[in-house]
């Protein structure tokens, strides 16, 4: 899971990407979904619990981008020297294997 936290206003901006359609009331309130409003009469703040579904979609899909990076990076520091060294004869295929499955199983 990443370190990153979607905010309503990050949502908002996922919808009409490039466009300035809405803002905050009070900046002093912040990510309250009372606190924003729409710019454009053609464009409207979707209802608070579709907002929250946006908000967790989002999520999921930045925390499910970080996951897999990470398994790589495993696989990559973790994984793949043993597989080097189980071709040098200085390790064996199941200790690679093993890794494998331990970094599978990790980020399953």
């Known amino acids: 899971m990443s370190d990153i936290r979607v905010k309503l206003s990050t949502y908002l901006l996922s919808l009409h990407p490039g466009e300035n359609w809405f803002r905050q009331i009070d900046p002093s309130l912040g990510e ?13 703040i979707p209802s608070e619990s579709d907002c929250q579904a946006g908000i967790q979609a989002l999520q999921t899909q930045i925390d499910n981008i970080f996951s897999e ?10 994984s793949d020297p043993l597989f080097f060294k189980w071709q040098a004869g200085e390790a064996t295929e199941q200790e690679w294997l093993d890794k494998r499955n331990e970094i599978k199983a990790r980020f399953s």
């Open 32 to 44: 309250v979904y009372s606190n924003y409003e729409s710019l454009d009469s053609d464009k409207t």
């Open 69 to 78: 990076e990470e398994k790589k990076n495993a696989f990559r520091a973790e």
